[in-house]
């Protein structure tokens, strides 16, 4: 099994472009979610998704879109890149909502914006 | 107020020696799940070790072992034997039921030869 897959690993944008975070995972997770990493803060929940078709806002929505078409995927969009949205991104994904399932994790996203 | 606190932002610890990074959670659901990740220099995040609300007994993965507390509301990770590989961030986390993760702040250990 690959897990969860992230693309790509790397990412430099100018302000302003627009680009989306690809996030795949072949475990028939139901619950898949996007978090970014920055120093001293942890991880912040962007936008989470329960299901096909079911999407909400975490903690910093603002800035990113997501959408989830199949249960495989759960892509996020970075509509128009600020420096402030330099960070590491991970997606995650579990079998449900239950608490007794963990994450697991993509190998995350390190996106730069100058 | 927050949900998962790490009151240790950096830790330091001889090779071979045991170490424990305090965790406390704060919720008022009976069913919950608390988790530790570790996440090396490399970036990627690793589950270690999972201990249920209703678990009885301290769950224990290898050198990894969660000292759970619950009327206290922690969650502590002992790591036995240190060793150099141990060097990390180490994140705290507790889900409840229909929820999201939350996660502490995360910890650094430092493995001293």
């Known amino acids: 099994n690959a897990g969860v897959t992230q693309t790509p690993k790397f990412q430099v944008l100018k302000t302003g472009q627009s680009m989306t975070l690809q996030c795949a995972q072949d475990?028939?997770?139901?619950?898949m979610s996007w978090y970014r990493q920055d120093p001293g803060m942890g991880l912040r929940l962007i936008h989470y998704?329960?299901?096909?078709?079911?999407?909400d806002q975490g903690e910093v929505p603002n800035g990113y879109n997501v959408s989830r078409s199949t249960t495989e995927d759960f892509p996020l969009r970075l509509l128009s890149a600020a420096p402030s949205q330099t960070s590491v991104y991970f997606c995650?994904?579990?079998?449900?909502?239950?608490?007794?399932?963990?994450?697991?994790f993509g190998s995350g996203t390190r996106l730069t914006v100058v | 107020a927050q949900k998962i606190t790490q009151t240790q932002p950096g830790m330091f610890v001889q090779e071979k020696e045991a170490v424990t990074l305090d965790c406390t959670y704060d919720?008022?659901?009976?069913?919950?799940?608390l988790f530790w990740y570790k996440q090396p220099s490399s970036g990627e995040m690793i589950f270690l070790i999972y201990?249920?609300?209703?678990?009885?007994q301290n769950a224990t993965e290898g050198r990894y072992s969660l000292n759970f507390q619950k009327a206290r509301k922690s969650a502590n990770l002992v790591i036995s034997a240190s060793q150099l590989g141990d060097s990390a961030m180490y994140f705290c986390?507790?889900?409840?039921?229909?929820?999201?993760?939350?996660f502490g702040t995360g910890t650094s250990l430092t493995v001293i030869p």
């Open positions: 995650a994904s579990s079998y449900s909502r239950q608490p007794f399932y963990g994450y697991t």
């Open positions: 475990m028939n997770h139901e619950y």
């Open positions: 998704s329960v299901g096909a078709g079911i999407t």
């Open positions: 919720t008022s659901d009976p069913s919950y799940g």
């Open positions: 201990q249920g609300s209703y678990d009885q």
């Open positions: 986390a507790m889900r409840e039921v229909g929820n999201q993760f939350y």
